[in-house]
């Protein structure tokens, strides 16, 4: 079950860090054309923290105190080097790819509730 | 670090002889006197930690290089190298007291 | 003031970098390399392949083994046989300055394996901290080098303050070498920060008593043994009566060991053996978590009976062996080991990107000539970053390539390490230019895309498992030809004419500014 929490920490990271680089007017232009609109920028790094933070949740919930800072500290760097190589080579993929990991990284949840389970 | 600037250095402008002695200066007083100050708080921790004798050992060891390596930051920071000394001297000093009073020079 | 401090931590980050940089590299890729210790030696040893053995007659023939080899031996250590490492290896020794022996032997009959005579993984492993010099001077060296590597971490992030608002920027279409450098530097510098302090710290702490023995000077007057006993690393044994005894079998305190801690030891370790006084300490794998601290269990070598445990530990001592835990990386599965190889990569990218952007960041502008220090960091980074990396393909390609009852084999196998370490190292000093680096990261390219091939070649195919039993190490060795293969074409772009063509995916702003 912990290569499911990881695939999970590392979606959440990767979702996490891509609000937070589209909330800068850099990377914003890259990505999305044009400067962050301005109701934007607050609500971005809000849903950027909350998932690098729920990250950390799923990964102290089910590999404990002493594994889960570890493995996240470990997904927090996969994930943003993830946001980096896709801002350098591709970035308009970015906003797209971060839609799709949020999902994907939900949809281990069941499938770590039931490893669990067993 | 030393004054005459690092960029005036990386300009292609031969170090003056003085320069380098300052640099020298400060490399060996961050090495020597760095390692000196952290090997003396962990001797002395290891003897005044309110806490089981092994345990302040490995408390006092397991913190002695962020002491080492606080005291080379600071070496290569301070503004002067008397500065650097003086800062060097003034740590060791009451740590060398300090081990001295708890008796670890008796033998 | 503000101001003056930054320029002298910048001075210190750019000098205590590369004063220690070539080092930190070797330091870095060897020790990402021994996260994959035991799978290196196993891919290193093919004919030896697990078999079920029984833990306490392996003991048997260990200590049947050793007692021919050296009776009046100050210890043994005999590891007994795992499903990843199928073989009893066996160590004695006169004394703690050594020499160390060692043997590896079959667990069917006692005798030492005909396995390919290679020192595997181990010698990664330890070149990690010793650099293969004397064991003191090497530890010595890396701690020094460990030591400036966390000044210039400091330092690094107090010059490169804005490193978190740049975060994610990588300008690869960079125009100037140095901002794509910087870049470079930067973004595995801060994304693997954590890892990098970490790991630097750890290791200083790892050898914190030879580094720092003062405070067991002072409180124990430098009864090292005793500070480990109190502390509960190990339990109390006993000095050598002088009086010669027969050690007892080690079957039925194998047995006794399992009873009592749950599962098979580790190994045994056999204090004076040929002493009234013998003592055999079984040491169990470190339980599952952090922590690395192996439970252990002294028993009576005569009598069998037990004589202790070591201890539990305290909160700074428990806090000491999570961090010994956390560099070596016991506890990570599959997944988290692959997370911390890839950070260990970011390290070795980290000194290598620094180390080039020193060179770059001083080349003389127009035609002016570089001067011999800047030559001499040019040839060492080239020698450097793709020399060792030559070297350790190197050592993988003469563990297949030398026959296999070659006399002292092992050792042409290190001497393949540096024999090709100093040829590339060589061509750097002799051929310097914008070619030598697209050259010489293209040899270490075909170097590593060579293994897989010549590992089929040379009987892989044929060995017990077939083709596919070492796939990840064939895929790691082809991921790694790979990446040296791209970075050698992106040295011969930047070799070639400056980038000129709008990079795809610059933008306005970049383009502006390039």
């Known amino acids: 079950m912990t290569p499911l929490v990881v695939v999970l920490n590392v979606t959440l990271c990767f979702a996490g860090f891509a609000a937070l680089a589209l909330s800068l007017d850099r990377h914003h232009r890259e990505a999305l054309a044009g400067r962050v609109p301005a109701g934007r920028v607050l609500p971005l790094r809000a849903a950027g923290w909350a998932l690098l933070a729920l990250s950390l949740a799923g990964a102290v919930a089910w590999e404990g105190l002493n594994f889960g800072p570890v493995q996240w500290i470990g997904a927090l760097t996969g994930g943003a080097l993830l946001v980096v190589l896709v801002l350098s080579y591709r970035p308009a993929w970015l906003r797209p790819a971060a839609l799709l990991a949020l999902p994907l990284g939900l949809a281990v949840v069941p499938a770590i509730l039931l490893a669990f389970a067993h | 670090m030393p004054r005459p600037g690092p960029r005036a250095v990386s300009a292609r402008t031969a170090p003056t002889p003085a320069y380098r002695a300052a640099v020298l200066g400060r490399v060996l007083l961050a090495a020597l006197g760095g390692y000196a100050v952290a090997a003396l708080a962990t001797g002395l921790f290891a003897l005044v930690l309110p806490m089981p004798r092994s345990e302040a050992v490995t408390t006092a060891t397991l913190l002695s290089f962020a002491v080492m390596v606080a005291v080379v930051v600071a070496v290569f920071a301070a503004r002067s190298l008397a500065r650097a000394a003086a800062l060097v001297l003034g740590l060791a000093a009451p740590l060398a007291g300090g081990l001295w009073l708890a008796g670890a020079f008796a033998g | 003031m503000r101001q003056g401090f930054r320029h002298a931590m910048a001075w210190l980050h750019a000098w205590s970098g590369l004063v220690v940089g070539w080092v930190l590299f070797a330091v870095f890729v060897t020790g990402t390399a021994s996260f994959y210790r035991a799978g290196i030696t196993q891919?290193?040893?093919?004919?030896?392949?697990?078999?079920?053995?029984?833990?306490?007659?392996?003991?048997?023939?260990?200590?049947?083994?050793?007692?021919?080899?050296?009776?009046?031996?100050?210890?043994?250590?005999?590891?007994?046989?795992?499903?990843?490492?199928?073989?009893?290896?066996?160590?004695?020794?006169?004394?703690?300055?050594?020499?160390?022996?060692?043997?590896?032997?079959?667990?069917?009959?006692?005798?030492?394996?005909?396995?390919?005579?290679?020192?595997?993984?181990?010698?990664?492993?330890?070149?990690?901290?010793?650099?293969?010099?004397?064991?003191?001077?090497?530890?010595?060296?890396?701690?020094?080098?460990?030591?400036?590597?966390?000044?210039?971490?400091?330092?690094?992030?107090?010059?490169?303050?804005?490193?978190?608002?740049?975060?994610?920027?990588?300008?690869?279409?960079?125009?100037?070498?140095?901002?794509?450098?910087?870049?470079?530097?930067?973004?595995?510098?801060?994304?693997?920060?954590?890892?990098?302090?970490?790991?630097?710290?750890?290791?200083?702490?790892?050898?914190?008593?030879l580094y720092m023995p003062w405070g067991v000077r002072t409180a124990y007057k430098g009864d090292e043994i005793r500070y480990f006993v109190e502390a509960g690393?190990?339990?109390?044994?006993?000095?050598?009566?002088?009086?010669?005894?027969?050690?007892?079998?080690?079957?039925?305190?194998?047995?006794?060991?399992?009873?009592?801690?749950?599962?098979?030891?580790?190994?045994?370790?056999?204090?004076?053996?040929?002493?009234?006084?013998?003592?055999?300490?079984?040491?169990?794998?470190?339980?599952?978590?952090?922590?690395?601290?192996?439970?252990?269990?002294?028993?009576?070598?005569?009598?069998?009976?037990?004589?202790?445990?070591?201890?539990?530990?305290?909160?700074?001592?428990?806090?000491?062996?999570?961090?010994?835990?956390l560099h070596m990386g016991h506890f990570a599965g599959p997944v988290l080991r692959l997370l911390l190889v890839l950070c260990g990569l970011m390290g070795a990218a980290t000194v290598a990107t620094g180390l080039v952007l020193w060179a770059v960041a001083r080349a003389p502008k127009g035609a002016a000539p570089a001067g011999f220090g800047l030559l001499l960091v040019r040839a060492l980074n080239l020698g450097t970053i793709a020399g060792l990396p030559a070297g350790i393909a190197a050592y993988f390609l003469a563990n297949r390539l030398l026959?296999?009852?070659?006399?002292?084999?092992?050792?042409?196998?290190?001497?393949?390490?540096?024999?090709?370490?100093?040829?590339?190292?060589?061509?750097?000093?002799?051929?310097?230019?914008?070619?030598?680096?697209?050259?010489?990261?293209?040899?270490?390219?075909?170097?590593?895309?060579?293994?897989?091939?010549?590992?089929?070649?040379?009987?892989?195919?044929?060995?017990?498992?077939?083709?596919?039993?070492?796939?990840?190490?064939?895929?790691?060795?082809?991921?790694?030809?790979?990446?040296?293969?791209?970075?050698?074409?992106?040295?011969?772009?930047?070799?070639?004419?400056?980038?000129?063509?709008?990079?795809?995916?610059?933008?306005?702003?970049?383009?502006?500014?390039?």
């Not at chain 3, 279409?173 to 973004?187: E, F, I, M, P, T």
């Not at chain 3, 092992?410 to 590339?424: C, H, I, N, P």
């Not at chain 3, 063509?501 to 502006?512: H, K």
């Open chain 3, 403 to 514: 026959p296999v009852g070659l006399s002292e084999r092992a050792s042409f196998e290190v001497g393949a390490f540096f024999g090709v370490w100093v040829l590339v190292a060589l061509y750097a000093v002799l051929r310097p230019g914008p070619r030598a680096w697209t050259q010489a990261l293209g040899l270490v390219g075909a170097l590593y895309l060579a293994v897989p091939p010549v590992a089929a070649l040379t009987g892989g195919l044929s060995q017990p498992g077939g083709a596919l039993r070492f796939l990840g190490f064939d895929l790691w060795m082809l991921a790694l030809g790979l990446g040296f293969v791209f970075a050698a074409r992106k040295a011969a772009a930047r070799a070639g004419a400056p980038l000129r063509r709008p990079v795809r995916g610059m933008t306005g702003e970049e383009a502006l500014r390039a």
């Open chain 3, 233 to 325: 690393l190990m339990p109390e044994l006993r000095w050598t009566a002088g009086r010669p005894g027969t050690l007892a079998p080690l079957g039925p305190i194998v047995a006794a060991a399992m009873a009592r801690g749950g599962e098979v030891p580790e190994g045994l370790s056999v204090w004076n053996p040929g002493d009234v006084n013998a003592a055999v300490v079984a040491i169990f794998e470190e339980p599952h978590g952090l922590s690395h601290h192996h439970a252990q269990i002294a028993f009576d070598g005569q009598t069998g009976a037990v004589l202790g445990t070591n201890g539990a530990v305290g909160p700074a001592t428990g806090t000491g062996t999570v961090m010994a835990g």
């Open chain 3, 43 to 209: 891919w290193m040893r093919p004919e030896l392949v697990a078999i079920e053995a029984d833990p306490g007659r392996a003991a048997d023939l260990g200590a049947a083994y050793l007692r021919r080899q050296m009776p009046d031996a100050m210890g043994w250590f005999i590891a007994l046989p795992t499903p990843e490492k199928p073989a009893i290896s066996v160590m004695w020794w006169k004394s703690m300055e050594g020499p160390f022996h060692e043997a590896l032997l079959d667990p069917a009959t006692g005798e030492p394996t005909r396995a390919r005579e290679t020192r595997g993984g181990d010698f990664l492993y330890r070149f990690h901290y010793e650099l293969s010099m004397p064991p003191t001077l090497g530890r010595w060296i890396v701690g020094a080098c460990t030591l400036v590597m966390l000044v210039a971490l400091i330092s690094g992030i107090v010059t490169h303050r804005r490193i978190f608002a740049d975060f994610f920027t990588f300008r690869r279409g960079a125009k100037s070498a140095q901002r794509g450098w910087l870049d470079a530097h930067n973004v595995a510098g801060v994304l693997g920060l954590p890892f990098h302090l970490m790991i630097a710290y750890t290791g200083l702490t790892l050898l914190a008593t």
